[in-house]
């Protein structure tokens, strides 16, 4: 029995069309996901990274250079420009190196999304916040630190 090729005729076209309305805007959000992760990943360690440079430094001043820099490189090492991270270091009442004294940072992350312009009074937005805190607290046993 000789199959009608007429009754499918064009339908390969539409199966192609609707496979690739269906497929980019999932490829978009796989993108969109991975670029919100990897500035969460970038929150995240630089946040604790930077309590780390702060509460083992010689001095306040030191840490706070040793905490801007350890952000910078988490932001780099998740390939996101430098400008897109700001650090807030709190200490506690004591003073920052105090013995026993807390150290809080909390840093923000812009995220650019991709393939979204940034030109002003868009309805879409062209970032994603994503913040992060980390406390840490200085040795009880360590020697006073201007």
């Given at each position: 029995?000789?199959?009608?090729?007429?009754?499918?005729?064009?339908?390969a076209?539409?199966?192609?069309?609707?496979a690739?309305l269906?497929?980019?805007?999932?490829v978009y959000?796989?993108?969109?996901?991975?670029?919100?992760?990897?500035g969460?990943?970038?929150?995240?360690?630089?946040?604790r990274?930077?309590v780390?440079?702060?509460?083992?430094a010689?001095?306040?001043?030191?840490?706070a250079?040793?905490?801007?820099?350890?952000v910078?490189?988490?932001?780099?090492?998740?390939?996101?420009?430098?400008?897109a991270?700001?650090?807030?270091i709190e200490?506690?009442?004591?003073?920052?190196?105090?013995?026993?004294?807390?150290?809080?940072?909390?840093?923000?992350?812009a995220?650019?999304?991709?393939?979204?312009?940034?030109?002003p009074?868009r309805?879409?937005?062209?970032?994603?916040r994503?913040?992060a805190?980390h406390?840490?607290?200085v040795?009880?046993?360590?020697?006073?630190?201007?």
């Open positions: 029995m000789p199959r009608d090729a007429g009754h499918e005729a064009g339908s076209v539409v199966e192609v069309l609707l690739v269906l497929l980019v805007p999932l959000l796989v993108a969109v996901v991975g670029r919100v992760q990897a969460t990943f970038a929150a995240e360690t630089a946040a990274e930077a780390r440079a702060v509460v083992t010689d001095s306040a001043g030191r840490g250079a040793r905490a801007e820099a350890a910078r490189i988490a932001l780099r090492d998740q390939d996101l420009p430098e400008s991270g700001t650090l807030d200490c506690g009442h004591e003073g920052c190196l105090a013995p026993g004294g807390e150290v809080a940072a909390v840093v923000r992350v995220v650019p999304l991709p393939l979204v312009p940034g030109e009074g309805r879409v937005p062209a970032m994603v994503v913040d805190a406390v840490g607290v040795d009880r046993y360590a020697a006073v630190r201007p």
